[in-house]
């Protein structure tokens, strides 16, 4: 059975930082290219990053491109997003998905929120 489980989030001012960490088990996670996904208050989900199974190609959605970083380390079968420069349209649960793309089993998700 697929299970994803997201940390790392909630309440931070604009401008800060954050790192959310995303632990897998159930599959072969190194061969997996997996995914970030957000879905903010009333809005539907938005795929914001991805990395393959290698990690080494990634891709960010614009409205986070040069302020978030996904990562991944296979051998504890962990995926992280680090996440600066967080702005108050930032603010939703994220979560994290196996494959490339915004459709694959996610976890339960980790709720952040940006607000002065």
């Known amino acids: 059975e697929v299970q994803l489980v997201e940390s790392g989030g909630g309440l931070v001012h604009p401008g800060a930082s954050l790192r959310l960490s995303c632990a897998a088990s159930?599959?072969?996670?190194?061969?997996?290219?997996m995914s970030w996904v957000r879905q903010a208050p009333g809005e539907g989900p938005e795929w914001i990053s991805a990395?393959?199974?290698?990690?080494?190609?990634?891709y960010y959605d614009d409205s986070v491109k040069g302020r978030f970083a996904v990562s991944r380390d296979n051998a504890k079968k962990l995926l992280y997003l680090q996440m600066n420069s967080l702005r108050p349209d930032d603010t939703a649960v994220y979560y994290c998905a196996r494959g490339w793309g915004p459709y694959g089993s996610r976890g339960q998700g980790t709720l952040v929120t940006v607000s002065s």
């Open positions: 159930g599959f072969s996670f190194e061969s997996s290219d």
């Open positions: 990395i393959a199974s290698g990690g080494v190609v990634t």
